[in-house]
């Protein structure tokens, strides 16, 4: 899993697993600690229930408009 630069930097990072596991048992929600590969400082995911990420149709149109003209 790759950590975006933008949400990396928006996100607070911590030293290391138990300075951040620390921070998560603080929350209501689970949240776990991850390895940043981007700083490798340790962030907490932010899982909340309910989010859902909607899948991307591969239902697109070909993008062939040039008409079949025989000779
Ligand atoms: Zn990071």
Known sequence: MRTRQRICKAKKSYPDHATAAAVA???????????????HAWHLTSRLKGKRI???????PPDRSVPNTPD
């Open 25 to 39: 048992a603080h929350f209501d929600h689970a949240v776990r600690p991850y390895r940043c590969d981007r700083c």
């Open 54 to 60: 909607p899948r991307p149709d591969r239902n697109v």
